[in-house]
């Protein structure tokens, strides 16, 4: 059974740092890419960044760059965003992804999603 569980969510204020982590299970994770999405209210889920399991290449949105950076600590099983210097309009529920190949930007070309967790920034 593939499972995608995020963690370390939360209220923020504007600023501040927060470290989300997705632990994946179910399969072997060396052909897959792994991306984190977030959606915000009213709002389409959208790309955020994305990694290779293997090698380890990244990807990000412009509107994190330099602010957030995407890991995976292979032995775990873990991927991991940390995300600095938040902003209000960083407010959504993020989710873990992942797909068979490279990373991709479009929401429909994952196999396997999280339930998300929620990150609120406060100005």
């Known amino acids: 059974q593939v499972q995608l569980v995020e963690s370390g969510g939360g209220l923020v204020q504007a600023g501040d740092s927060l470290s989300l982590s997705c632990v994946v299970s179910?399969?072997?994770?060396?052909?897959?890419?792994m991306g984190w999405f977030r959606q915000a209210p009213g709002k389409e889920r959208e790309f955020v960044a994305g990694i290779m399991w293997i090698g380890g290449s990244t990807s990000y949105t412009d509107f994190v760059k330099g602010r957030f950076t995407i890991s995976r600590e292979n032995a775990k099983n873990a991927l991991a965003l940390q995300m600095n210097s938040l902003k209000p309009e960083d407010t959504a529920v993020y989710y873990c992804?992942?797909?068979?190949?490279?990373?991709?930007?479009?929401?429909?070309?994952?196999?396997?999603w999280g339930q998300g967790t929620q990150v609120t920034v406060s100005s």
């Open positions: 992804a992942a797909r068979r190949g490279r990373w991709a930007a479009n929401v429909y070309e994952y196999d396997y």
């Open positions: 179910g399969r072997t994770w060396s052909e897959y890419a």
